[in-house]
């Protein structure tokens, strides 16, 4: 474990309200990504960073939104317009300048939205 | 867009048996596939990967093959322990600092 951090692991909110998801990593990567993870769906892009100052929606960006102001930190915040925000949500790392091309995942936050 | 499709969902095996699992791509344009393991209540870890210049890779029990042509690849997991049990993703995608699409996982349980 190290390397990159979520937090909190659990989080209740109740619905209509936004909340934001912490992401850090010291790992030096570039590239950092968004992912949400739902039973028998496997693991869906939401947002991911390959530089500082920008960002690029992935695949299920509506209702979420992304913050790329640090290289060790990318928040993802869920917003009310997201219709069904209960999930597992992980944020991962890789480094674009090496020829591995892994990316590192965090522990993950899961969100309850009630 | 790249879609990954993976099957099994669900894979029983008994102890020592051993464990194919396959994916399908569709962007020809894919050159990277790994395979990430996720037990449960933990984070997904890569196990094993593959580019497209590569027809074949083995890692001690584990194995990957490709299959360009018919864009395709599939995990070997040979002499299946118990502690192999766990929540297998394959993902497929262009290369470095690019995003990875998943396979919706295969839930893999070794019997005793």
């Known amino acids: 474990d190290g390397g990159i951090t979520q937090s909190p692991k659990y989080l209740f909110r109740k619905e209509g309200q936004n909340v934001t998801l912490s992401c850090e990593q010291n790992l030096n990567h570039d590239a950092m990504y968004w992912y949400r993870q739902d039973p028998g769906q496997g693991l869906r892009l939401i947002y991911y960073s390959q530089i500082v100052n920008d960002f690029q929606k992935g695949d299920i960006a509506e209702g979420y939104s992304v913050s790329r102001e640090k290289k060790e930190s990318f928040p993802l915040t869920v917003t009310s317009a997201q219709k069904n925000p209960t999930a597992f949500y992980l944020c991962a790392s890789s480094d674009s300048h090496r020829a591995s091309y892994e990316q590192y995942f965090g522990p993950g936050t899961r969100l309850t939205v009630t | 867009g790249e879609n990954v499709e993976q099957h099994p969902s669900t894979l029983s095996v008994q102890e020592g048996d051993s464990a194919v699992i396959k994916c399908t791509y569709s962007?020809?344009?894919?050159?990277?596939f790994p395979w990430y393991k996720q037990e449960l209540g933990k984070r997904p870890q890569l196990i094993i990967d593959i580019r497209s210049n590569v027809g074949e890779k083995k890692d001690q029990r584990i194995a990957v093959t490709l299959n360009k042509t018919a864009k395709h690849f599939s995990l070997h997991i040979t002499e299946t322990q118990p502690e192999d049990s766990a929540v297998y993703f394959c993902a497929a995608s262009t290369g470095t600092a690019s995003k990875l699409t998943f396979g919706t996982g295969t839930r893999l349980q070794v019997t005793l």
């Open positions: 962007d020809s344009a894919s050159n990277y």
